[in-house]
Nanobody, 124 residues
Framework: VQLQASGGGLVQAGGSLRLSCAASSSRRTFSMGWFRQAPGKEREFVAAISWSGGMTWYADSAKGRFTISRDNAKNTVYLQMNSLKPEDTAVYSC???????????????????WGQGTQVTVSS
């Protein structure tokens, strides 16, 4: 499974961005998620979504501002980010679970494929 993330960029605080992650494989992906890593910090969970889209998980920092969704017909997962803050600045990476991991997809251990990341910079 190859994951291609896009949609990052430079935005002012309070603005919005929509990230996309396309999976280029016929192999089924179960949960998909977004993680981010800021300079000098560890990678952290942002949001995840089940295969059906019926279940979603969010980091506390993302709740109420970010929305994850997916279009299985397009093998694509999205992250709509609103009310962006400077502390949201990071490289955002998407991840996919192709094994049906029993782990709750709030940890990177639940995923076995990763995209290359897209930079999100929020200016104050």
């Amino acid at each position: 499974v190859q994951l291609q993330a896009s949609g990052g960029g430079l935005v002012q605080a309070g603005g919005s961005l929509r990230l996309s992650c396309a999976a280029s494989s016929s192999r089924r992906t179960f949960s998909m998620g977004w993680f981010r890593q800021a300079p000098g910090k560890e990678r952290e969970f942002v949001a995840a979504i089940s295969w059906s889209g019926g279940m979603t998980w969010y980091a506390d920092s993302a709740k109420g501002r970010f929305t994850i969704s997916r279009d299985n017909a397009k093998n694509t997962v999205y992250l709509q980010m609103n009310s962006l803050k400077p502390e949201d600045t990071a490289v955002y990476s998407c991840a996919a679970d192709s094994r049906g991991s029993p782990l709750i997809p709030r940890t990177d251990k639940a995923f076995d494929y990763w995209g290359q990341g897209t930079q999100v910079t929020v200016s104050s």
